[in-house]
T-cell receptor, first 114, second 114 residues
Framework: DAKTTQPPSMDCAEGRAANLPCNHSTISGNEYVYWYRQIHSQGPQYIIHGLKNNETNEMASLIITEDRKSSTLILPHATLRDTAVYYCIVRVGGLTGGGNKLTFGTGTQLKVEL | SAVISQKPSRDICQRGTSLTIQCQVDSQVTMMFWYRQQPGQSLTLIATANQGSEATYESGFVIDKFPISRPNLTFSTLTVSNMSPEDSSIYLC???????????FGEGSWLTVV
């Protein structure tokens, strides 16, 4: 799986949008971009994933650049409960060819403050 | 998404003993995995639990230390054998449905070895 680069930490004011960047310059054509978060003492929570189009769900939006070498996870109105470590992961889709494995980096510690 | 239950959620274990962690999913899933997260570290895949056959272990993990069972499509166990303080970690069960596009995690089992 392609490696990702994320800033180690970010701060965000409650109610504002949190924009978490991720670089994945060596991503392959069949690799998806996934985002998970881990709130302290809990298991990782799936947020969103995408291949090349921007994606939105009830939790967040994922913006992928046209060359797919970077992406941004957007939490539109961050709350204190969004304080967590956010992991950007690239992997092939499906369960073959190594797609079963999620390779976690060190992620971004997002701190949402009043 | 799948609902994943792990037992125990926490335990304190004596050095040299073994502990079995259970993972129960509320629906049939194609693949089940076990991860470890050591204190202050990111997640590392231990093995893929295969139904009806031996688990597939990642480099650095062996069956004698981490025996795994998966008797059916909704249940798996991970045993941490002959524990030492270095085994103090969160152990996480994760699953993937048939499409393989999303992997979900349980809440984890916190083990402290004294």
């Amino acid at each position: 799986d392609a490696k990702t680069t994320q800033p180690p930490s970010m701060d965000c004011a409650e109610g504002r949008a949190a924009n978490l960047p991720c670089n994945h310059s060596t991503i392959s054509g069949n690799e998806y971009v996934y985002w998970y978060r881990q709130i302290h003492s809990q298991g990782p929570q799936y947020i969103i994933h995408g291949l090349k189009n921007n994606e939105t769900n009830e939790m967040a939006s994922l913006i992928i650049t046209e060359d797919r070498k970077s992406s941004t996870l957007i939490l539109p109105h961050a709350t204190l409960r969004d304080t967590a470590v956010y992991y950007c992961i690239v992997r092939v889709g499906g369960l073959t060819g190594g797609g079963n494995k999620l390779t976690f980096g060190t992620g971004t510690q997002l701190k949402v403050e009043l | 998404s799948a609902v994943i239950s792990q037992k125990p959620s926490r335990d304190i274990c004596q050095r040299g003993t073994s502990l079995t962690i259970q993972c129960q999913v509320d629906s049939q899933v194609t693949m089940m995995f076990w991860y470890r997260q050591q204190p202050g570290q990111s997640l590392t895949l231990i093995a893929t639990a295969n139904q009806g056959s031996e688990a597939t272990y990642e480099s650095g993990f062996v069956i004698d230390k981490f025996p795994i069972s998966r008797p059916n499509l909704t249940f798996s166990t991970l045993t941490v054998s002959n524990m030492s303080p270095e085994d103090s970690s969160i152990y996480l069960c994760s699953v993937s449905a048939s499409s393989g596009n999303t992997i979900y995690f349980g809440e984890g089992s916190w083990l402290t070895v004294v």
